[in-house]
């Protein structure tokens, strides 16, 4: 069942907010916040999810998200609690360092994409452009689709463009954080974005 009642919208949140969803059973293996609001790296890019359906897959974007130095915002409702059990075992410890945002809703998304000025590129099996033919700029948004259902057509239309995974004949589609994952490797690579550390 698909959670009916987001929170307030729109302030970031680390594993103090999602704390407060926590069962005190899941509370005791949760880690002191060591990091606070680093916003996105300058050449880099945020991920987003669209209702996201399965909580291990938000929990890989999460804990890649971390890895990568990306924000992750999450368009709710939901299909779990986020910080529920499986968001917390697919995000590890790695949550501790996520920088997580979550929005009430696609029009509580919106305002905020508007306002921070930011690209909204929609990843898609029905996408026009291979997304190694896409150039990314510092900011994109990279909207992922939920698992059963990808995006409605108003928030498709939305979208400044709509990218591409090329698949072979007779698959329909990619575990969304695998996707997603293709799709911010390419970006950061345009953008020089990887962080700093990481072999050349
Ligand atoms: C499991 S897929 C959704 C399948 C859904 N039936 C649809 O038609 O959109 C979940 C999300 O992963 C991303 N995705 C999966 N495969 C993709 C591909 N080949 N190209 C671009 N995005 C892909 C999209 O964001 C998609 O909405």
């Not at 609690?81 to 410890?93: E, H, N, S």
């Not at 920088?99 to 590129?121: N, P, V, Y």
């Not at 900011?139 to 992922?144: M, T």
């Not at 689709?145 to 591409?164: C, F, I, N, Q």
Request: positive net charge; proline residues 7%.
């Amino acid at each position: 069942m698909r959670q009916s009642a987001p929170p307030p919208c729109c302030t970031f949140i680390h594993l103090g907010r999602v704390d407060a969803m926590l069962s005190p059973q899941s509370r005791r293996f949760r880690r002191p916040l060591v990091r606070t609001s680093p916003g996105t790296a300058a050449m880099s890019i945020r991920l987003a999810l669209y209702q996201p359906d399965i909580a291990q897959n938000a929990g890989t974007l999460a804990r890649l998200g971390t890895c990568l130095g990306l924000e992750l915002h999450i368009i709710e409702p939901a299909g779990f609690p986020v910080g529920d059990a499986g968001f917390r075992r697919a995000g590890m410890d790695y949550l501790d360092r996520a920088t997580i945002r979550r929005h009430a809703s696609f029009d509580a998304f919106e305002a905020w994409r508007l306002a921070a000025q930011a690209r909204l590129l929609l990843a898609t099996t029905r996408g026009a452009v291979p997304y190694v033919a896409f150039r990314f700029a510092a900011g994109d948004v990279l909207l992922l689709g939920r698992e059963s259902a990808g995006v409605p057509e108003p928030v498709h239309a939305a979208a400044d463009a709509r990218l591409l995974i090329p698949l072979a004949a007779g698959t329909r589609s990619l575990n969304v954080a695998i996707a997603g994952a293709m799709i911010a490797g390419e970006a950061l690579r345009q953008l020089g974005g990887f962080p700093a550390g990481a072999a050349a």
